[in-house]
Every structure is written in C-alpha cells, then in structure tokens.
C-alpha cells in the first residue's frame, strides 16, 4: 500500500520511545504542505497504536497507511501521515 | 384536558397560559420592547456559547506536584502529547513538582527505593544513605537504554509545542528559588487562581 504513495519526508525515530514518535510526527507534520505525505519510521511497538490514535483524534492530519516490516532482523514500524486541509 | 367540560377542571384550565395562544394585543409596546431587548441578549448568549464550544479544542490542566525522577515524567510525557493533539495545555508546578522546571535541580532527580515495593531491594537496605543515588543511577541507566526521553528534552517539547508550564509563585519564595533557575520559557508569578481559571474550562484534568 505504501508504495502507491508519494512520501515527501521521512521521520526517522529509531531507538525512541513514547511520547517522542508521536511528538516528532506532529512537528514534522507541521512542516509540511497540505496533501504531502509524511513517512515515519520508528522501532517502538507502541507508536502503532499511538499514531493511530493521535491522527484519528487530531484535525488536519490522516494515516493512510501502516506497516510493520523485518530490517536486518529488527521490528520496524512505518507510518504514512499526511496533512490534510 | 378537556374544554368543553366546564366544572371539571375549569380552574386548571383557567392557570395554564398556553404561550402560542397569547393574545399580542394585551402587551402594550413597553413589554414588546422589553421581551425584543431580553431576546437579543439571549441570542448573544447562545452565539458566545457556540464560539465557545464550536473551536472544538481539548483543554488538559495537569497539576504537577512531585519532584522524584518517576513522577517527572507522567506530566511531561502527557503534556507533549496533548501539545501533539493540538490541545491547549497547561501544567502547574507546586512544591517539589517545581524541581521538574528548575534548571539544575531537573539533572539530579533522584529515585527512592524506600517504600516503592516494585524496587528489587527490601526496604532496611533501600534505607541506607547512598541507595537513592544506586537506584537513580540504574533507573538512569535504563532510561537511556530505552530510548526514554531525558526530562530536559521532554520540556524542550513541551516548551517549541506551546504547553504552558506553570511555576507556582508561592512555592518559589518558599523553596526560596530564584525565578532565573528556571528553564527559559517558564511562565512564573502564577498562583492557584490562576491554575483554577484554566482548569474551569478544562476537558481534562489531572494532578500527579
């Protein structure tokens, strides 16, 4: 699914842990311009749920997209924020 | 209710004033105006509410009252994400929670094992003088090995994502701090009322 995207920016929050991914998404997020995608990448398993939860609840922002993936035998999430209007 | 029952029921009928059914010509222009004038006000009302309620904007106050390393974090890590939220946010520190917005003070938080069952070790041995730095020092440890945020770069976040932290004035002269030994950014010369006003209007509120 992600690869139908077009990602604008890449977070890269390996190695840390809540509440940075989701506050770093938001900082990122406010970078950019409307209809961009945000690509997020973190090693926390908790920012699935947490980033979920934030872009539901938070206006101007929609996930399109997740997805856990193996890289080099470490569990990496990635998340595809995009802002909206 | 029955109308075309006289007798019964006639006094009833007599007390209720159906309002649809008001005769206008018994009001003289006097109370036309009046009623206009106590209409305006309340539709001024219902427009100030609706501004009010439509912005639809969160509101969290959280009282922060504790200054060990475990309790630092609870307000922060909450306060930056609501900040993430887009919510409006404000944390009062009072007592030793202002340790947590002291400059220096915020770098040596300790950690006590005394009285925390969860602490690996008993209580007449946490008791001892140098175990608060030994288990500082190993919750310290683990912080940075998990990734976990120190607590200067969660009020680094929560200050550049426009939380409002709060530092009580009175508790200052008491702790007899100096308003500078705070981060930059701090908002000092706050009281309780000023705590209560935004939690009035607060959608959470919290106090740890």
Known sequence: MSSELEVTETLDVKGESCPMPVVKTRQAVDQLADGEVLEVVATDSGSMSDIAGWAESTDGVELRAQEEADEGGEAVYKHYVAKVA | MSTDAPGAGADEAADAVDPVAVDADSFDAEDVAAMQAELDELRETVADLETEVGDGQKSMTIIATK???????????????????????????????????????????????????????????????????????????????????????????????????????????????????????????????????????????LMI
């Open chain 2, 67 to 205: 200054g060990t390393l475990d309790m630092a974090y609870p307000p922060l890590i909450l306060a930056s994400t609501a900040a993430a939220f887009g919510w409006d946010v404000v944390v009062f520190h009072t007592f030793w929670g202002l340790d947590i917005l002291h400059e220096e003070r915020s770098r040596n938080l300790q950690l006590s094992a005394v009285g925390n069952p969860s602490m690996p070790v008993p209580n007449a041995v946490a008791a001892l003088p140098f175990m608060d730095r030994v288990t500082t020092r190993m919750m310290e440890k683990r912080i940075a090995d998990n990734g976990t945020a120190s607590i200067e770069e969660l009020i680094d976040v929560s200050l550049e994502s426009g939380v409002d932290l709060q530092a009580c004035q009175m508790t200052i002269d008491l702790m007899e701090y100096d308003e500078d030994d705070f981060y930059d950014g701090v908002t000092v010369g706050v009281g309780a009322a000023t705590a209560l006003q935004h939690m009035a209007d607060a959608d959470v509120q």
